[in-house]
């Protein structure tokens, strides 16, 4: 047994440093994480400022010949926050808020409950193809329902998912619903059944 000096046993010289090596390392991941998280908070809330004043420019007649533009305009708001983030756009139209993520209805002849490749349906957003969603893409005509969907991506503005194996990617979706103006009268949406072979 090796004896130790009294004086050593004392000797406090030191402890901070082998504390804060302990410490320091989860309190420094502690307030990145929390920088990202409110980095993130502030961005979604950004993005959806900006979607949800271009939903409301979207649907006016004036503008709705413009959407190229209004999107642009999305697009600059976001790229003036975060230069680097990759921003797309997506907008369905519908006849009425109540078909909004509707399946086009078909003949569930094996009773199923499921659509089957042989299967009958309305094809109510005239593309040729049974879809799970009547909608159809664009901006739509007057008093159509428009879903318009921003989805950015931009970069961790700290790497820690890195560190644990995860995407560094952020990414989420600002989403609004409108009703554009009624500036003339709704087209009628022409449906015609369709029975593969």
């Known amino acids: 047994m090796i004896a130790h ?6 000797d406090t010289r030191g402890v901070s440093a082998v504390e804060f090596g302990f410490i320091g390392p ?4 502690m ?19 900006a979607v949800q004043q271009a939903g ?6 004036r503008a ?6 209004i999107d642009a305009k999305v697009e600059q708001q976001i790229h003036r926050m975060l230069s680097s983030a ?7 139209n519908y006849q009425t808020f109540s078909d909004v993520n509707r399946p086009e209805v078909f003949i569930d002849a094996n009773k199923n409950g499921v659509y089957d490749n042989k299967e009958c349906f309305d094809d109510e957003n005239g593309n040729n193809r049974w879809d799970a969603d009547v909608g159809a893409s664009g901006q739509g005509g007057a008093r159509d329902v428009v879903v318009y969907r921003v989805t950015v991506a931009y970069d961790e503005l700290v790497p820690l998912s890195r560190f644990v194996g995860l995407d560094p990617k952020r990414r989420f979706t600002a989403v609004t619903t409108l009703m554009n103006q009624p500036f003339a009268t709704q087209a009628d949406r022409t449906v015609k059944q369709i029975c593969p072979k």
């Not at 000096?5 to 004392?10: D, T």
């Not at 989860?26 to 991941?29: A, E, K």
């Not at 307030?31 to 400022?49: E, F, P």
């Open 64 to 69: 709705h010949p413009s959407q190229a533009e």
């Open 56 to 61: 409301r420019d979207s649907g006016l007649e």
């Open 86 to 92: 990759e921003v797309t756009f997506e907008r369905k």
């Open 31 to 49: 307030l990145l994480g929390l920088l990202q998280l409110s980095y993130d908070i502030w961005m979604k809330a950004m993005v959806n400022g």
């Open 26 to 29: 989860i309190l420094i991941v």
């Open 5 to 10: 000096p009294p004086s050593l046993l004392r």
